[in-house]
């Protein structure tokens, strides 16, 4: 069992940072429309209050590290351009999406919007991020500027969605592979 | 994660101006907006286009991720400076931060992208 580093950087940017970052959306969602809504009565806990700056501190650094990993490790491979005369696209899969009137549509909408749709969420994050460490449990008194964060995260969301979606039909169809090989486990052959 | 017996109450919230939450969320908002009109202006123009190639290898999407997060900080830096002690019109403030972003996920989209 063997897979590329191409392979391998391209799983760690889009289901290690990329679908981490989805699945810590939701409870940013949830922690801000509960705790720190103007109705809520209940003190809020310093505990509290350092997890949630954690957990958007947590989000940030996902956020940019899966920006910054697609666009200077990932997109310059999917990128490449095959010299004169290549036959087989295989390493090059932009080319290889366009080489097809029925793939070349997940590059031309699904790779033009991703890579720049992407870059809205650590924007949106880092400000959720900068409103929070700076208001903290007073956001309670800032009903509107809770409502933007909250709004800015939710919209990270669907960014960092549209994304992943597109990441993960585009790789299927013209997956970024190549450089050595690591092996992970030794097969037996039957 | 409602609070817990043992949990230390925090403190009263100090009274705090909103101006500094306003600053980064239009500078969120505009930096966003920046982004997607970058990206246009460098698929429409060959010179453009040119002058977004940082680095060859990521080709224009280098200068126009750069050129936006440049935006976006030296407004918010600017915005900081100026209402970090005053409170703001938080709603007019919000809604054009907000307006900005949506327009960006729209002007992304490459069909709309290409209306212009």
Known sequence: MEITTHGLWTLVHGMGFGALYLLACSGAVVELWRRYAATELSPISEREEGFLWAYLLAMMVLAWAAVLTGTYIVYPWYRAVPPAGTVDLAGYPQRLLLSSPATSGWHSIGMEWKEHVAWLVPISITMAFAVFSKHRRNLRNHPELRAMVLSFVAVSFLAAGIAGFFGAMIDKRAPVEGGPSIRLIQGESR | MSSRSGDTPAPAAPAMTNGSGAAAVVAAGFGSFVLAVAAIAADKSAAIKSMMNLYRPT??????????????????????????????????????????????????????????
């Open chain 2, 59 to 116: 080709g224009p999407l280098s200068g126009v991720t750069t050129t936006a997060i440049l935006a976006w900080l030296v407004l918010w830096m600017v915005l900081e400076l100026r209402w970090r002690n005053r409170d703001v019109a938080i709603k007019p403030a919000g809604a054009v931060a907000f307006t900005l972003l949506a327009l960006s996920l729209l002007l992304t989209f490459p069909p709309i992208a290409d209306l212009f």
